[in-house]
């Protein structure tokens, strides 16, 4: 008998895609698997269509009457799954057939050291059906440098492509004080085990309308609080604080550049404090045009930072994104 897979899906309002979702693990060619779905509130016709599926045994449909935190979902999932594995799954996404027998097989020559399974997807743009190669972070061995390295680089782990050892989660529970950690507890689970990255492409995630273009407070903070904790770890490697420092930074300037780009209300304070956490790891970030620019825009009138902003956005074709100002840290 093969280790069994258990498959977490998550999902919220997404009756348009759902189906698609759970099918895609049905039609797995392998077939230990068991799939946990968890419907965090909808209010849609998603819980309908997910009642289809149960007197299925393989399939566990846990329900949530309100929207819950993210992170109190994925524990609840763990806590119910079975598997020897762990794959996760969103309602707007899907798996190609062939996903979870490539990484189990995968599995079959890899030590205990070795906790994940991971490769490169595609990315479904859902008003074209245009469908393109998404690469993820090409990491294998002793990986958490790399990752770190890449990350900087703007190039993530593909967070609904690896196949996990259960063990992962259960060294490195998810954090519930944070919103949700999304790729960042793959840097976690490289503090103790060995990846393994697979060329061939294992799932699809779906761009549209409510899910593509959006920045917010929330989640750069949220990342914030991961990276200070990972390097707050005990087996943290001497050799790989220089690379988390580095992507510390970035994302330091990352959230106070799409504060004054993107919010209808810019927040200076907000702004030039994340500028001056980046010059305390870095202080050569001081003399960085782009920081020094961003710095004198908190100074500016409302209104001229709108006109400030409109002509960038003319000059270098973009298009306006969402941004919500919310925040994760209460000051």
């Known amino acids: 008998m093969e280790d069994k897979v258990s498959v977490l899906l998550f999902t919220y309002n997404q009756e348009e895609f759902i189906r698609e979702a759970v099918e895609s693990v049905i039609n797995q060619t392998f077939k230990n ?5 968890n419907d965090n ?31 109190f979902q994925w524990n609840r999932s763990l806590n119910e799954s079975s598997g020897k594995f762990i794959s996760i799954l969103f309602g707007d996404d899907f798996y ?3 996903k979870l027998n490539l990484q189990v097989n995968s599995f079959k020559s890899l030590g205990k050291d070795w906790g994940v399974v991971h ?11 245009d469908r393109h190669f998404s690469p993820s972070s090409e990491v294998n061995g002793t990986a958490l440098k790399s990752i770190l390295k890449n990350f900087d680089k703007g190039v993530f782990i593909n967070v609904i492509s690896p196949l996990i050892r259960k063990t992962c989660f259960e060294e490195y529970p998810l954090y519930e004080d944070l919103f949700t950690e999304g790729e960042a507890i793959y840097f976690k689970f490289a503090l103790s085990y060995k990846y393994s990255y697979l060329s061939d492409p294992l799932v699809v995630m779906r761009e549209h309308e ?12 949220v990342l914030d609080a ?3 904790r990972l390097g707050e770890y005990s087996n943290f490697p001497k050799n790989s ?6 992507v510390r930074v970035k994302t330091y300037m990352k959230g106070a550049w799409m504060n004054v780009r993107l919010s209808n209300s810019m927040d200076s304070a907000y702004v030039r404090n994340r500028l001056f956490k980046a010059y305390k790891l870095d202080y050569f970030q001081i003399f960085s045009f ?3 620019f961003c710095f004198i825009l908190t100074f500016v009138p409302k209104a001229l930072l709108k006109r400030i902003n409109s002509l960038i956005n003319f000059l270098l074709k973009k298009e306006k994104q969402l941004y919500f100002d919310d925040r994760f840290i209460k000051e």
Request: with cysteine; hydrophobic share 30%; aromatic share 6%.
């Open 33 to 37: 698997w068991e799939l946990i779905i």
């Open 41 to 71: 509130g909808s209010s849609d016709g998603t819980r309908k269509i997910l009642e289809e599926y149960s007197q299925d045994n393989r399939i566990k449909l846990l329900v949530s009457e309100e929207n819950l935190p993210i992170q």
């Open 96 to 98: 190609l057939p062939d």
């Open 119 to 129: 490769g490169p997807g595609f990315t479904l743009k859902q008003n074209t059906e």
């Open 210 to 221: 409510t899910n593509a273009g959006w920045h917010a407070k929330r989640n750069i903070e």
């Open 226 to 228: 991961c990276l200070k």
């Open 241 to 246: 604080y220089r690379a988390l420092n580095k």
């Open 290 to 292: 782009k920081n020094i």
